[in-house]
């Protein structure tokens, strides 16, 4: 396929397909369609793409990238207009700590002005990933490293995968739980086996998704009866407003979202929870061909997030409090983790808001191939009552801005730490 082709049928699925259409229009399309040619290269013309995505402010959720995972190897943050590595793989040249002052010669305030169409969001703090795309596409960097001013040549990081899932004793009362998505089932279920026996003796708990991809909700499901009150259900929380939330039907989204969980049911790893999630929307979708945008619970004829959780029950032997510890980094399922947590009285958020990017979700994968095409399918109705969450997040219950501090001390862990002492 050619590249305008692939433009072309982008285009097409935005306007008709993706969830989006209801209240975003994007840039006009031709602006960007007269810059593609066929001979341009795969880099120039994934910079076009997501530019002319860029233009319908959804993070993550409409995207457009290559088919081979791109692997950055740092994550940065902005701060008062200056731009911070807060972890990084050496290999790459950067270290944690260092400041971007430069980008192929240009300022940070300048290269932000020359590139200001690739970014996303609206807030500063959410163009974390498009400065580290930029950055890995111009490779050039002026870094201040203390004192010393250095030049980098930025290169590849190595293949050692992110140890994303941990859990530890803090102390003999609290433990400490990370997640850095809710996909990789095999890492999940051993952490749990791990912590679970564990959990039924101290009084305290801290879930670490300051960075967490998101992936499938259902992989953090058996979590909730160490943090659901003893002998309580879902039911019997507190009730908060739920605006739910709208499919839109098409042949074209049924036939992709059922390619994806074909290939989600061919994992060996995959959860029960899971299966059941799947074989649900898969009825949701054959019975809904063609009928557009649907209210979900008034499709289905059921109250389906109910019945799903309706079996989970606190424990007596569990934690008496709960920290989360949220973050920008942590989005999508993530968000929705933390949301969820929100809600149950002896959990307690500390940090800072999530990305914020479920008010277009359940989405799936076009195959362009050597690039894919991320686009949603579903539209929450809080956006109809001003209620949305994009560049926005979910906000903790104790704020704890970040600061160039954060880089020499894990100052949301001293925080957490005294909200369980009672301190704070």
């Known amino acids: 396929m050619t590249k305008q082709a692939i433009f072309d049928q982008v285009v097409s699925l935005l306007q008709n397909d993706s969830a989006t259409k209801k209240d975003l229009t994007g840039a006009d399309p031709a602006l960007f369609r007269e810059k593609i040619t066929e001979e341009m290269s795969d880099e120039d013309f994934l910079y076009v793409m997501r530019c002319y995505l860029a233009s319908f402010g959804v993070i993550s959720h409409v995207s457009f990238h290559p088919k081979k995972p791109e692997k950055l190897g740092f994550r940065l943050r902005i701060y008062d207009n200056r731009l911070f590595v807060v972890q990084a793989d050496e290999q790459t040249g950067l270290r944690e700590g260092d400041e971007i002052v430069a980008i192929s010669g240009q300022t940070v305030k300048d290269f932000y002005q020359t590139h200001q169409a690739y970014f996303v969001s609206q807030t500063p703090e959410r163009h974390y990933a498009d400065w580290a795309r930029l950055m890995k596409r111009y490779s050039q960097l002026t870094v201040a490293r203390g004192s ?4 980098i040549h930025l290169q590849n990081p190595s293949d050692a995968p992110d140890n994303g899932f941990s859990g530890y004793l803090v102390n003999d009362e609290t433990y400490y739980m990370r997640l850095i998505d809710f996909s990789n089932e095999a890492a999940i279920t051993e952490l749990y086996q791990q912590a679970f026996p564990i959990l039924s003796g101290v009084k305290n708990l801290i ?5 967490n991809h998101g992936g499938t909700d259902s992989l953090y499901f058996p979590l909730f009866p160490y943090t659901l009150p003893e002998g309580k259900g879902f039911k019997d929380l507190e009730k908060v407003d739920d605006d739910g939330m709208e499919i839109l039907y098409t042949p074209t989204n049924v036939q992709h979202r059922l390619d994806q969980f074909a290939g989600f049911l061919a994992n060996p790893d995959i959860s029960k929870e899971s ?9 949701e979708l ?8 649907l209210v979900y619970d008034d499709a289905s004829g059921e109250d389906d997030g ?10 007596a032997e569990s934690p008496e409090r709960i920290i989360i510890l949220s973050d920008v980094y942590c989005g999508s399922s993530g ?8 809600r149950m009285p002896k959990v307690t958020v ?4 999530t990305l914020g990017i479920l008010d277009y979700s359940n989405c799936c994968t076009v195959d362009f191939g050597d690039f894919e095409l991320l686009y949603p399918t579903s539209r929450s109705l809080a956006i109809d009552h001003g209620k949305g969450m994009t560049d926005k997040g979910v906000l903790p219950d104790v704020l704890v801005p970040w600061t160039p501090d954060h880089l020499l001390e894990d100052m949301d862990m001293k925080v957490a730490m005294e909200v369980l002492k009672g301190e704070a």
Not at 286 to 293: M, Q, R
Request: charged share 30%; proline share 2%; aromatic share 8%.
């Open 148 to 151: 010393v001013i250095l030049q």
């Open 207 to 211: 879930i670490d998704v300051r960075v």
């Open 275 to 283: 299966k059941q999630m799947i074989a649900d929307f898969t009825k």
């Open 286 to 293: 054959k019975t809904n061909v063609d009928k557009g945008f």
């Open 306 to 315: 109910e019945s799903m959780l309706s079996g989970y029950r606190g424990l």
């Open 335 to 342: 968000d929705n983790f933390v949301e969820m947590m929100r």
């Open 350 to 353: 500390v940090g800072r808001p």
